[in-house]
């Protein structure tokens, strides 16, 4: 993440407003002096554009999953697990950045910005990559119900998530599907359900490959951690793909 080195190493004279720019100077300090009147002009750096849409999803990211964690009132040890996963797993982040995430999430878990004002400016950043927008309501989901339990206050503010990143209420049930009900998992994956027939699969098949292709992502620009994410997705794309075809009899 080229643009942690500038923000740690303090040398940029910028701040990200709204509640990402709140948490995020709580959390980096003297690197968010916005007229950068404690460093030369010489030694003032930017972030690039995708520098800073990077920042913004790493820091609104784990600031939202720090609101729905804490909201049915506690953290439960499922739901850190369930993070540390997405950090390690999912993003492959090196030890620094990941303490860097735990920072993120504990300044948030106190913060007073709302989760919608987290999620309003995801939104922002990101709204014309709606797989994006829909990885991450797939990340909520899937902490949300890392305890076995999904309550009613999480799914109310995942569902201000789904409302605020214009995210069709179709696609939101089959996502939930795949944690609430787990026996349509390997069709929800899909964007299917097990009434729909086998062309119909196999075009939202390759439509997901197509759209998920590491090659594709890479060629977009999009955040590195969403990089690795999407090469876990397309992993589970192709699984889920191989359980449809052996349970339906597609050659």
């Not at 964690?69 to 950045?97: P, W, Y």
């Not at 987290?118 to 950043?125: D, L, N, S």
């Amino acid at each position: 993440m080229g643009w942690l080195g500038k923000v740690v190493g303090g040398a940029i004279g910028l701040a990200l407003g709204g509640p990402v720019g709140a948490v995020a100077g709580a959390v980096f300090g003297h690197a968010f002096d916005i007229d950068g009147s404690e460093l030369n002009r010489e030694e003032r750096r930017g972030l690039t554009s995708n520098e800073e849409a990077q920042m913004t999803f790493f820091v609104a990211a784990f600031s939202m999953l720090a609101k729905l964690s804490k909201a049915d009132g506690r953290v439960s040890q499922d739901e850190i697990e369930s993070i540390d996963q997405f950090m390690t797993q999912d993003l492959h982040l090196n030890r620094e950045s990941r303490n860097i995430a735990i920072d993120i999430f504990r300044e948030a878990v106190n913060s007073p910005e709302p989760f919608e004002g987290f999620a309003r400016q995801f939104y922002t950043t990101f709204r014309n990559q709606p797989r994006l927008l829909e990885v991450m309501l797939d990340v909520m989901l899937r902490v949300s119900t890392a305890d076995g339990q999904f309550s009613p206050q999480e799914e109310e503010l995942i569902l201000s998530a789904v409302h605020l990143f214009n995210y069709p209420s179709e696609g939101y049930l089959k996502l939930k599907a795949r944690y609430v009900d787990q026996s349509d998992a390997y069709h929800s994956v899909l964007g299917c359900d097990r009434n729909d027939s086998d062309e119909f699969l196999k075009k939202q098949y390759r439509k997901l490959v197509n759209e998920y292709h590491p090659d594709k992502i890479a060629a977009k620009g999009l955040p590195e951690e969403f990089t690795h994410f999407s090469e876990e997705k397309f992993r589970e794309i192709q699984d889920a793909w191989e359980h449809v075809k052996k349970e339906r009899g597609i050659a």
